[in-house]
């Protein structure tokens, strides 16, 4: 075989280095370690919980209140969040029957569970909680296995639209660890201890539940809840 | 010859340009790199995908398919010949157009400029200008015709 003219030698050297330095940038950008995290085990302080019992929709007259302790990086929670929750929704509380609570329950062997619930209670700061709670849960499958779950979120940020630099700040100060970490302890004092578990009437009800069971609880409840009243 | 190694090299920088955006869009770069932070709006709207397909996706196949076509133009056996540098000026004017799109929707839809993207138009652009330069290096197209035609 030829061997190729000079010209073309030192073109394909000029080439070479140029798809070394691309590949060896690109390296270095994967390689980087994820900056963000959000500390577990904090000292919970009062003013973390001031005021604060749950991310709640619903009205307030509602005969019947659910609470959720949930983790967003548990695939049933995802299951639940995305398959059930409209359904219930539709049929319950946009209809005034049933106020929904929703409740961090982050589990340890989750990496990101943490990040994203602190990422949805920044969304939070902007009136946008459950925008951000259901963009996280509807893309569980492509941030639960990537590198850096932080940087996803805030691309779901950017999406549903949130000012960016006020996500930013509020990420980085981890402002919610106290948050989320209070009712973390407060779900495991009444009895959670996996997710999702739903708390109603005092009652805790653990494993897989889908919409017609829910209304069926719901129908079960109000008549009772009402003739106490 | 020096119009297609201009190709192959432009073409490799578009890809690479590509990836980086892909990889950001799959969460495993962080925070894009990007003084205006325009980036930012242009990458996480509505209109970062494309018939569903992440307009950076696009880019990346967009590109690996020109660097290929730039490649094989440059081997000994394709000098002279019309086709490939035909189908460079095809794809990169498909890119030019794609790019003229995009770029509407930064100016005119979004209200933000991507410098990234402003980057790849420039590569696009100067692919089509270098394919179309070797067009015409190499002449008008000839056809060969049958003894005893008209």
Redesign the interface.
């Known amino acids: 075989m030829a061997a190729p003219p000079v010209g073309m030698k030192r073109f394909y050297v000029i080439l070479g280095v140029v798809a070394a330095l691309g590949i060896g940038l690109l390296g270095y950008l994967l390689s980087k370690p994820s900056t963000l995290s959000i500390p577990a085990n904090v000292t919970v302080q009062p003013s973390d919980t001031a005021g604060f019992r749950g991310y709640v929709k619903g009205s307030d007259s509602a005969t019947v209140e659910i609470t959720e302790y949930a983790d967003y990086q548990c695939p049933f929670c995802q299951t639940f969040a995305t398959l059930q929750m409209p359904t219930i929704d539709e049929r319950l509380i946009k209809t005034g029957r049933l106020r929904w609570r929703y409740r961090d329950f982050p589990l340890q062997q989750h990496a990101y569970a943490r990040v994203a619930a602190h990422s949805a209670a920044c969304a939070d700061d902007q009136e946008k909680y459950w925008a951000q709670h259901d963009r996280i849960y509807e893309g569980q499958s492509e941030w639960s296995a990537s590198r850096d779950g932080a940087d996803i979120f805030r691309r779901y940020a950017g999406e549903i639209g949130l000012e960016l630099g006020a996500y930013d700040a509020c990420m980085s100060a981890g402002k919610y660890a106290g948050r989320i970490q209070a009712s973390l302890d407060e779900g495991a004092r009444a009895g959670v201890s996996s997710t999702p578990t739903l708390l109603v009437g005092g009652r805790l009800y653990q494993g897989r539940f889908d919409s017609d069971a829910i209304t069926k609880l719901v129908d079960s409840l109000a008549p009772r809840i009402t003739r106490a009243r | ?1 020096i119009y297609r ?1 201009g190709a ?2 432009l073409s ?2 578009g ?2 340009l590509s ?2 955006l892909y ?9 894009l790199a990007c003084g205006t ?1 325009g980036c ?2 242009v ?4 209109w970062s995908r494309f018939a569903g397909v992440e307009v950076a996706l696009i880019g990346v196949v967009g590109y690996a398919l020109l660097l290929a076509v730039a490649l094989a133009a ?1 081997r ?1 056996a394709a000098a002279g010949r019309r086709g490939p540098s035909r189908l460079l000026a095809a794809l990169a004017g498909g890119g030019v157009l794609f790019t003229a799109y995009l770029t509407y929707l930064e100016l005119f839809v979004i209200h933000a400029i991507c410098r990234w993207c402003v980057g790849s138009a420039a590569i696009i652009v100067a692919l089509f200008a270098l394919a179309a330069l070797d067009l015409r290096r190499l002449g008008p197209a000839t056809i060969a015709r049958a003894p005893g035609a008209a």
């Open positions: 010859m190694q192959a090299l490799l920088l890809l690479f990836v980086y990889l950001y869009k799959l969460g495993h770069v962080g925070a932070g930012e709006t990458q996480t709207s509505h440059l000994p």
